[in-house]
């Protein structure tokens, strides 16, 4: 089956180590994000990208960054990483094609991020 | 900026009861709401949704109502049963572009 797949599934670092997140999707969407989930604050976007040349920030891009190399794949990057950026972070993807305007929203299993 | 309001954050219920919970969005622009269901360990998953265009959508034990001039929009979930115990996330959607979820609300449905 056609589906979103993150590598790692968990992770434990250190204070102020880059890390990189993949996500990776074999539906054929066009349209790929990243969340970040904390509890009781929901699912936070970060960054979001409509196609290969497009990129854009969400509501909490300090300190992280991406990288859509191709449409099936977009990677999160935390440059330095920091304590309160532990977290569960999900990638997830939609398609414009039959979604068009509605945009029902596919997740990945998930990455948990502890930085210690 | 645009946010989504939901309540309550906890919700405890008797199987077989109903739960009802409700949200509010600031974007008059939003024109899609769509409710995702997440079970314990597992990734979010949609239920149902619903277009600005219509007021209720039901498909089976769920039902979605939405009040556009209230800004307000509400998930039904009729006959309950343990398995319906999971974090439900409202989102409100503009134009296919950002999708702001609500906090989230933890239902336990007790047997």
């Known amino acids: 089956d056609a589906d979103v797949t993150q590598t790692p599934r968990n992770r434990i670092t250190k204070t102020g180590k880059r890390i990189m997140l993949e996500c990776s999707q074999t539906k054929g969407h066009d349209r790929m994000y990243w969340y970040r989930q904390d509890p009781g604050l929901g699912l936070r976007l970060i960054y979001y990208s409509f196609d290969v040349k497009d990129i854009n920030k969400g509501e909490i891009s300090d300190g992280y960054s991406v990288s859509r190399q191709a449409q099936a794949k977009f990677s999160l990057s935390l440059e330095s990483a920091i304590p309160n950026q532990t977290a569960l972070y999900f990638c997830?993807?939609?398609?414009?094609?039959?979604?068009?305007?509605?945009?029902?929203?596919?997740f990945g299993p998930g990455t948990r991020l502890t930085v210690l | 900026g645009e946010n989504v309001e939901q309540h309550p954050s906890t919700l405890s219920v008797q199987e077989g009861d109903s739960a009802v919970i409700k949200c509010t969005y600031s974007?008059?622009?939003?024109?899609?709401f769509p409710w995702y269901k997440q079970e314990l360990g597992k990734r979010p998953q949609l239920i149902i949704d619903i277009r600005s265009n219509v007021g209720e959508k039901k498909d089976q034990r769920i039902a979605v109502t939405l009040n556009k001039t209230a800004k307000h929009f509400s998930l039904h979930i009729t006959e309950t049963q343990p398995e319906d115990s999971a974090v439900y996330f409202c989102?409100?959607?503009?134009?296919?572009?950002?999708?702001?979820f609500g906090a989230g609300t933890r239902l336990f449905v007790k047997a």
């Open positions: 997830a993807t939609s398609d414009t094609q039959r979604g068009g305007t509605y945009n029902e929203q596919f």
């Open positions: 989102a409100a959607s503009t134009g296919g572009f950002k999708t702001i």
């Open positions: 974007d008059s622009a939003s024109n899609y």
